[in-house]
């Protein structure tokens, strides 16, 4: 099953990307109420084979997820791989600039169903697909809006706003 949304930033794409990596900023901004999210690394400097542990709710039962950052091509791209019992997710962030200062996030997300009762979620998933669109475009829409205004303060990618 493939979930795709686009955002239109009115911030420059080094500032987006940094932010997306920013864990502190990116989980008070994306995550939903409940949902909890540790980073897991030991890394100093973000980049590739950052990890979070992910626990959170999707159709009614408690999920639980490992993410790593694959990749991060700075400031176009990063890639994502997760994995949770009988599941496994890849995110594509792909960022592009059509003008000076603002910014296009396209999010491509697959998931894989690896046993039968993964492939029952995903089949459910796909008959709400436009509910869980809206809210990934919500939670979506609420992170860029963060952005934003941290540009527009000018205070960058990690600072609380």
Request: charged share 25%.
């Amino acid at each position: 099953m493939r979930l795709t949304t686009k955002n239109t930033i009115d911030a420059p794409a080094e500032m987006v990307f940094d932010s997306i990596l920013n864990f502190a900023g990116a989980r008070r901004d994306a995550v939903p109420e409940g949902a909890r999210v540790a980073r897991t690394d030991r890394l100093e400097q973000p980049g590739p084979g950052m990890t979070w542990e992910l626990v959170f709710d999707l159709l009614g039962q408690r999920r639980e997820m490992h993410l790593r950052l694959l990749s991060c091509d700075r400031p176009g791209r990063m890639e994502f791989k997760g994995t949770s019992p009988g599941l496994d997710i890849e995110c594509t962030a792909q960022l592009s600039s059509p003008e000076a200062g603002r910014t296009v996030l396209a999010l491509v997300i697959d998931i894989k169903p690896q046993n039968l009762s993964a492939r029952i979620l995903v089949q459910s998933l796909k008959l709400a697909k436009y509910q869980v669109s809206r809210r990934i475009e919500d939670k979506l829409g609420g992170f860029c809006r963060g952005i934003e205004a941290r540009a527009k303060q000018g205070t960058g990618a990690n600072q609380s706003a």
